[in-house]
């Protein structure tokens, strides 16, 4: 922080935190977890805190599809055609059972996970998947999109650059002195009997 009111940042954190938080779904429901996904855009789930309350039936307005449903092959085609006109950056979520796997649908005329023909980002395990479910799954998409190279990687050139750490939850050591993460803390406890732990690189 700086005098008169700036705040000096990175421009790649300022365009990933205004893509995250305004994503726009391109809604893909072809069975019962339509449903589930109706609801969570209503009031009672409420994914307008999240900023992405607004559906978008047009794939050159989208950027997040959502697959709800079990896939079959003859639809496919038409899901890989919007998916082609969605414009860059876009993701992809696998809402249940059948969309990750193809589920109970075990059968020659369903495809077995719709990520046989789409890049999927998230999967959403459930039949159906509650809504809190896929608000989580839209949480997991803002992190990936908040710890990626966006502006950057645009205009880069040459040697690439490193990934950014994602950003995962860190907790205080017994001694007090330092932080670790959970598992770290975890794998330590079992190796010396949970003794007094110091994290080297704080």
């Not at 307008?48 to 559906?55: C, L, N, P």
């Not at 809402?95 to 998230?122: E, K």
């Amino acid at each position: 922080m700086i005098e008169d009111g700036f705040l000096t940042t990175r421009l790649d954190a300022v365009a990933n935190w205004a893509r995250s938080n305004s994503l726009m779904p391109m809604p893909m429901g072809l069975a019962c977890c339509a449903i589930e996904m109706m609801a969570f855009a209503a009031p009672k789930y409420d994914v307008a805190r999240f900023g992405s309350e607004t559906m978008r039936f047009s794939p050159r307005q989208a950027d997040l599809m959502i697959v709800a449903g079990w896939v079959t092959y003859k639809m496919s085609h038409a899901i890989r055609r919007v998916w082609d006109q969605m414009a860059d950056p876009k993701w992809c979520i696998a809402m249940g059972a059948c969309a990750s796997t193809g589920g109970m649908h075990r059968c020659y005329g369903v495809v077995q996970g719709c990520d046989n023909f789409l890049p999927v980002d998230v999967y959403v395990p459930g039949c159906p998947p509650r809504p809190e479910a896929l608000i989580h799954a839209l949480m997991d998409i803002q992190e990936k999109i908040r710890n990626e190279y966006s502006v950057t990687k645009d205009f880069e050139s040459g040697k690439a650059r490193d990934a950014i750490a994602p950003v995962r939850p860190r907790i205080v050591t017994p001694d007090g002195d330092g932080i670790i993460s959970p598992s770290e803390l975890h794998d330590q406890k079992a190796r010396h009997g949970h003794t007094a732990i110091h994290d080297k690189n704080p």
